[in-house]
């Protein structure tokens, strides 16, 4: 396992053992009202990562309250009162899913697991009915989601959300896109929530969209949007800048460039930061999308006056799209001959041993209803800019190192299909 000791892999021995002693912390805490209140919750998740070493990589587990005692046991079992079964790769957005008792939010995570891998990718049955035990199940899961870390197997983690031609094509031609990446509905609500934030005066940007609701924190975890910024820019990458831009029609307003500020040429062979553009409405070449020069990121330099534009070509993808850009890919935004407005989400991250363009503003409640992965792309998890009176961060030091090294052997591995 590859964790800080305060966070944990779902369905690890160490989430079991966290989970089993909360459940058991609160038992005793509210034990006149659960005395007498028997309940059993199983759960059941195939395809789990090889590292976790389950039989068959079958994750399960099953704790079991008699009223008296608790027992927690690696069974499964269809008789429990809660039932949860799925694919443990396309489930983890559910475990990493905070607000298990607010209206809303896990129907919505669900709409948009069932939207990326169908109806049959999680199943859940419950004939629970006491309210003090639908409330323990539900803070027992916020209590785990905000300790449930990513899949730190990049190869299982790509292979299971059918990303492995998506990072070669990063690779290979400096960017890449990922059709339907959220649900049209999910669109649509992102969509209204950037236009709330952009008030009249914002007629065109507007930076630090993070901290303008829940909506962006959702967003700005998107599971298949940071496989591929971990594949290209490493763990703990961090959120260079979260934007909004809203356009209407006429010329472009950006000219063809990169992304690399202040960056000298010749660009490292490597990439250093990372763009994801979602699109909220269906982007075609009249509606002024993104325009990309495939391959040009194996330039390693800025683009020469008037270069470029003859072998740019228009990012076309429907509502819900995100297209992902790095390496220093060349790209400008497109003329707009359609009426209306073009309204995009700019996901932009470096790789974490840089500074973002956007100062990150730690708010501990927005920690707390989310998963760490929100954390570590606000620096919560490396040890740069982390001192005590005893010295450096050693403990995220190893942690980040270990995790570098892992994700660079799984990437390799997937890459020449030896994983
Ligand atoms: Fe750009």
């Known amino acids: 396992m590859i964790t800080l000791p305060h966070h944990c892999e779902f369905l690890s021995d160490a989430w079991i053992d966290e989970a089993t002693g909360y459940l058991r912390r609160e038992l005793s805490r509210q034990g006149e009202g659960l005395t007498g209140q028997p309940f059993r919750i199983s759960g059941r998740f195939v395809n789990a990562p090889p590292h976790l070493k389950q039989p068959g990589d079958v994750a399960q587990w099953t704790a079991t309250w008699d009223g008296e005692t608790l027992a927690s046991t690696r069974d499964f079992t269809t008789q429990a009162d809660l039932v949860a079964e799925g694919d443990y790769q396309a489930s983890l957005i559910l475990a990493q899913t905070v607000g298990a008792l607010a209206p809303g939010v896990m129907t919505g995570a669900v709409h948009e697991l069932r939207h990326l891998h169908g109806a049959d990718a999680f199943r859940v049955s419950s004939r629970v009915t006491a309210p003090v035990v639908r ?19 990049l190869a299982h983690r790509a292979r299971r959300l059918g990303l492995l031609e998506r990072i070669r094509e990063i690779e ?12 049209p509905e999910f669109a649509d609500t992102l969509r209204a929530a950037t236009l709330r934030a952009l008030l009249p005066h914002n007629t065109f940007q507007l930076q630090w969209m993070l901290y303008h609701g829940t909506e962006f924190e959702r967003i700005v975890q998107n599971p298949l949007l940071m496989t591929l910024i971990d ?5 703990g990458a961090v959120i260079a800048s979260l934007s909004a831009i809203r356009r209407g029609p006429g010329k472009g307003l950006i000219p063809i460039h990169t992304d690399h500020s202040l960056v000298p040429e010749p660009f490292p062979e490597w990439a250093v930061t990372g763009v994801g553009v979602w699109a909220m409405e269906d982007w075609t070449a009249a509606s002024g999308p993104t325009w990309i020069v495939p391959g040009s990121h194996r330039l390693r330099r800025d683009p020469r006056p008037g270069e470029g534009l003859d072998k740019g070509i228009p990012i076309e993808m429907p509502k819900g799209s995100v297209v992902y850009f790095t390496h220093g890919t060349w790209h400008w935004q497109g003329d707009r001959a359609e009426p209306g407005e073009r309204v995009t989400l700019h996901s932009h991250f470096n790789r974490g041993i840089l500074r973002g363009l956007e100062p990150k503003k730690v708010d501990v409640q927005m920690l707390h209803r989310n998963a760490p992965r ?20 050693h403990l995220r030091a190893r942690y980040m190192a270990q995790l570098h090294r892992f994700t660079d052997k799984r990437k390799h591995a997937l890459l020449t299909g030896s994983d």
């Not at 290979?172 to 959220?182: C, K, L, P, Q, S």
Request: hydrophobic share 35%.
């Open 374 to 393: 929100l954390g570590e792309m606000l620096g919560e998890d490396d040890w740069f800019d982390k001192l005590t009176a005893e010295g450096r961060d």
């Open 135 to 153: 409330d323990l199940i539900g803070t027992l899961h916020d209590h785990m989601a905000r300790r449930t870390v990513e899949n730190p197997d």
């Open 172 to 183: 290979a031609n400096g960017y890449t896109v990922i059709e339907r990446a959220i649900s």
């Open 231 to 235: 594949a290209s820019l490493g763990r």
